[in-house]
């Protein structure tokens, strides 16, 4: 159960209720109409609670849950106990992540403007929108309907924020221009320049970057994450796309829709991500390359070549991952015919 300290549970709802919410089909021994109070995993749920079961993995705790009702693909439907409502779905997850909105929904801002935040006289404030302690936002900025910006956060001079965006403490936008139902977290940075300058025998002489960040609807991008404004194209994430904590991208870099960046991702310059491109941790891309539609890099994997559409790549510097995994089979045998 989430700390009441920091979580405010809505509902109850029925499992009728929660089925309808998340198209999942009721099923099982439990009952309907059952009132659920509150979301919890298999081993601690209770009677009043939904769960889920989304890995084989965890299959006996399934077995031996106490909750109400509970979210299960329909091949494992049969391994539930006596008792428990089943809501019946090819994607428990999403279910479940469906129905915890329901009972945990994100509360809306409390318009205002805190007496220590800077707001210049110019700045466009949509309907709604709040302001928090010691926050900044410059000259001709122009922020939607209900944004929150939270503590300490910096809105440069001309920054465009669609509605319903939410910039957390201490981060800074500056040169750009971001879309609707974005959730920049704390610490981010983005806008600031790019990685830009000219080899010199004396020294590098500075390239002065000139574009933009433009970032799409629906965009998540981590705490401590930075986006680099392009040096005259812009840098651009695209709807949908998930951003993980302590991820650099340079500028031009190009992300298309619903990507997923993990946790230290870095991508150079001037590359390209198609739809749909998945980076595990640590993933490292040099600058200039195209990732191609649904391609997948592993974890830890310096690429530095392109990336066909629906390739999965591994390694350093990356391969195929059929490549890369018959490459370790054969050194596997090399060592231990070296051991005999």
């Given at each position: 159960m989430a700390d009441k300290r920091f979580f405010t549970v809505a509902g109850p709802f029925t499992a009728e209720e929660i089925a309808g919410r998340t198209g999942a089909t009721l099923a099982g021994s439990g009952n309907g109409k059952l009132a659920l109070r509150d979301v919890a995993p298999l081993d601690a749920a209770r009677p009043d609670q939904l769960s889920f079961l989304d890995n084989r993995?965890?299959?006996?705790?399934?077995?031996?849950?106490?909750?109400?009702?509970?979210?299960v693909h329909p091949d494992l439907a049969s391994e539930a106990p006596k008792g428990v409502a089943l809501l019946v779905t090819p994607e428990p997850y999403r279910a479940y992540a469906l129905a915890a909105q329901a009972f945990y929904p994100e509360p809306p801002p409390v318009p205002g403007i805190a007496p220590s935040a800077v707001v210049d006289a110019t700045v466009e404030l949509g309907e709604g929108c709040r302001i928090e302690a010691n926050a900044v936002i410059g000259d001709h900025a122009k922020l939607g309907r209900r944004c929150l910006v939270g503590p300490n956060a910096v809105i440069g001079a001309g920054v465009v924020l669609g509605d319903d965006v939410r910039v957390g403490s201490c981060a800074s936008i500056s040169h750009s221009l971001i879309g609707n139902r974005v959730r920049i977290y704390p610490g981010a940075r983005l806008g600031q320049d790019g990685f830009g300058f000219a080899p010199d025998r004396n020294g590098f002489v500075k390239v002065p970057q000139l574009g933009r960040v433009i970032v799409g609807d629906d965009v998540e991008i981590g705490a401590n994450s930075t986006v680099d404004r392009g040096a005259g194209p812009d840098t651009v994430i695209g709807p949908g796309t998930m951003i993980d904590n302590l991820v650099q991208i340079g500028?031009?870099?190009?992300?298309?829709?619903?990507?997923?960046?993990?946790?230290?991702?870095?991508?150079?310059?001037?590359?390209?991500?198609g739809d749909f491109v998945m980076i595990g941790g640590q993933g490292g891309l040099t600058g200039h390359l195209n990732i191609g539609s649904g391609a997948k890099i592993g974890a830890q994997a310096g690429?530095?070549?392109?990336?066909?559409?629906?390739?999965?790549?591994?390694?350093?510097?990356?391969?195929?991952?059929?490549?890369?995994?018959?490459?370790?089979?054969?050194?596997?045998?090399?060592?231990?015919?070296?051991?005999?």
């Open positions: 993995k965890y299959i006996d705790l399934f077995r031996k849950t106490g909750a109400g009702a509970c979210f500028h031009n870099v190009q992300i298309g829709r619903q990507c997923v960046l993990v946790s230290q991702t870095g991508i150079s310059g001037s590359t390209k991500l690429v530095m070549r392109d990336v066909p559409a629906g390739e999965t790549v591994i390694g350093a510097p990356a391969i195929p991952a059929r490549e890369f995994f018959r490459q370790v089979a054969a050194l596997q045998r090399l060592a231990k015919k070296r051991d005999d």
